[in-house]
């Protein structure tokens, strides 16, 4: 330990640097501070610029003598909320939506509460949210020296995403389990380490994608040869998104694992066979450690491997059906049981044929709840509150009435070089959500909030992968049979001219024949394109210049077969749009 570490802190070295030069844990140096009396004071800052008296002040930290603000009001039991930090736009708002929630449901049940987060830009930072709000880093160091300014107190980590998570265990090492709100930490780290939480589920015999674990790149080398592509990558304790790729190509997947051990060296990475054509599930569901309420089972319409951020979801009272329904019971009855979940947590699912393979499962709040809570119209938050703080689940299960969809919002217009193919790297910034009394009338509304409208006549562009053809047959025929003209790349054309469905030819870019695409689309401006991608990273290449092209020209593009499918079956249905309340779609 530094002889100097009073000097060190006082000059503003975090706890975090110290530790990566001395290679003690920062819980050692964090113990070693309480010792000796090394703790920072609290500065404010004046949100009403001294205009009037600012009843819930920005707090914040620094190596001084004295504190500005001390909050005497100690009565009521008090109860801190982490939030998540910064995030990229929109990547935050299930954790903004569930911290504001949560603490405005434990302030009306008569307890102090104190939010914790940097990210200004969030309801939660307010000024009449919280009592008191520090405006702090979320790492180690800071929340542990809140902590004990605000001793006696209660932690919730389900609204902080994978910062609370990852932070859980060191907590628990400095003050025990009993501050823990919710899921413990023992729990949330048999969960979060992949090679543990896939053991468990074998154990149990759960159904998931054949898997390998690995904590070397020779280990993948090995493991790759017997592991029939394409695969999953997947690291542990990062948040969903970042940690999971699905890979075609051997030397792409010696490439990600390599970064994902440099990234968090000492996790092992998980290789899981990508589950092709499958349906992905999310449920959303509260417990309180030995019982459970489902929220909400959200279906996607794109295959899994899709971000549920990016996914348009629909929740339904038919789908899924019946008997997929009373087997995600059993799956959520076993993992309360076994990790003594409490609060929040969301389960992922994929569906082929008969078969449901679990993907992952996340102790905390999830991307799909505040969707669910708005198309059930029952705040789960509050329910989840009570969960956590007594055990009550007086809440009754209430699956949805009519038909609702959430859709994403892409900033593709607005960032040209990004690629608008779907994946499990969230690329959305912002989302909606329709309703109506059948599912074609809620996705009818759906695609006209994402700019597919499709006129009588006109051109569809097509260039589909291999894997997308047969079912791209039916889509043509109903478009040509509308009087569509259909134009496609050469593969695509020379399938359809098989199958009996006529279509002009166009080239790709780069090619010398012509017409190429890009002159096509500037001289007759198609109606549509649909391009799906191939896994060769040559035709992923060919792909990105059609989809750029698309989105420079302001053309509706699906990038989904499976999403393009839905549209045929609502253009097809021809559902008049029903606009009404809110509250008239929760009743049958």
Not at 175 to 191: R, Y
Request: glycine share 8%.
């Amino acid at each position: 330990m530094p002889e100097n570490l009073r000097e060190l802190k006082y000059s503003g070295i975090p706890d975090s640097i110290i530790s990566a030069f001395t290679g003690l844990a920062e819980t050692e140096i964090y113990m070693e501070r309480e010792k000796q009396g090394i703790f920072p004071a609290y500065k404010a800052i004046d949100t009403c610029s001294g205009e009037f008296f600012a009843e819930t002040p920005y707090l914040y930290s620094t190596y001084d003598q004295e504190s500005e603000f001390i909050d005497m009001d100690r009565k009521k039991e008090t109860v801190v909320v982490l939030g998540s930090g910064p995030n990229r736009i929109s990547q935050g708002l299930e954790f903004d939506y569930g911290s504001v929630k949560a603490v405005l449901k434990l302030r009306k049940s008569g307890f102090r509460t104190v939010m914790v987060n940097s990210n200004p830009e969030t309801v939660s930072t307010d000024f009449d949210v919280s009592d008191i709000l520090y405006f702090e880093p979320l790492s180690l160091e800071h929340i542990c020296n809140i902590i004990r300014r605000e001793s006696p107190c209660r932690l919730i980590i389900q609204f902080s995403g994978q910062t609370g998570q990852n932070l859980a265990m060191q907590i628990r090492e400095i003050f025990g389990d009993g501050i823990f709100l919710g899921t413990t930490p023992q729990s949330i780290e048999a969960i979060e380490d992949r090679k543990k939480f896939a053991e468990a589920l074998s154990e149990y015999g759960i159904k998931q994608p054949e898997f390998v674990t690995v904590t070397t790149l020779q280990e993948a080398v090995d493991a790759i040869e017997k592991t029939p592509l394409p695969v999953i990558v997947r690291s542990s304790f990062i948040i969903g998104g970042r940690a999971m790729d699905i890979i075609n190509e051997k030397e792409e997947v010696y490439g990600r694992v390599s970064a994902l051990l440099q990234e968090r060296p000492g996790f092992p990475v998980l290789l899981s066979r990508y589950v092709e054509d499958a349906t992905e599930i999310d449920v959303d569901f509260v417990s309180n450690g030995d019982s459970f309420v489902i929220a909400g089972i959200s279906v996607h319409v794109e295959e899994a491997g899709t971000h549920s951020g990016d996914a348009t979801m629909v929740l339904a009272p038919d789908a899924p059906d019946s008997g997929t329904r009373e087997k995600i019971r059993e799956l959520v009855s076993s993992f309360v049981r076994k990790y003594r979940l409490k609060g929040f947590s969301n389960l992922q699912l994929a569906l082929k044929g008969d078969d449901l393979f679990v993907i992952e499962l996340n102790s905390r709040a999830s991307r799909s709840l505040p969707f669910v809570s708005k198309a059930t119209g029952v705040d789960w938050i509050s329910v989840g509150i009570d969960a956590m703080l007594s055990g009550s689940l007086q809440a009754k299960e209430r699956g949805p009435k009519n038909y609702f969809v959430k859709i994403p919002a892409f900033p593709f217009n607005r960032f040209l070089d990004l690629d608008a193919i779907l994946g499990p790297e969230m690329k959305s910034t912002g989302e909606g959500m329709t309703a109506g009394r059948t599912i074609e009338e809620a996705l009818g509304k759906a695609l006209k909030m994402m700019n597919v409208r499709i006129p009588s006549m006109g051109s569809i562009v097509l260039s589909i992968s291999d894997k997308d053809k047969e079912q791209l047959l039916e889509i043509a025929r109903y478009f040509s049979g509308l009087g569509h003209k259909l134009v496609a790349t050469p593969g695509t054309r020379h399938f359809l001219r098989e199958n009996g469905l006529d279509a002009e030819v166009i080239y790709k870019m780069e090619d010398v024949r012509e017409p190429r695409i890009d002159q096509y689309v500037s001289e007759n401006r198609p109606d549509l394109i649909i391009n799906t991608p191939n896994s060769r990273s040559g035709s992923i290449k060919d792909g990105y210049q059609i989809r750029k092209l698309a989105i420079r020209k302001n053309i509706p593009l699906i990038t989904n077969i499976k999403l393009a499918d839905a549209l045929v079956q609502t253009l097809r249905a021809g559902e008049k749009s029903d606009f009404r309340e809110i509250r008239e779609y929760w009743e049958a």
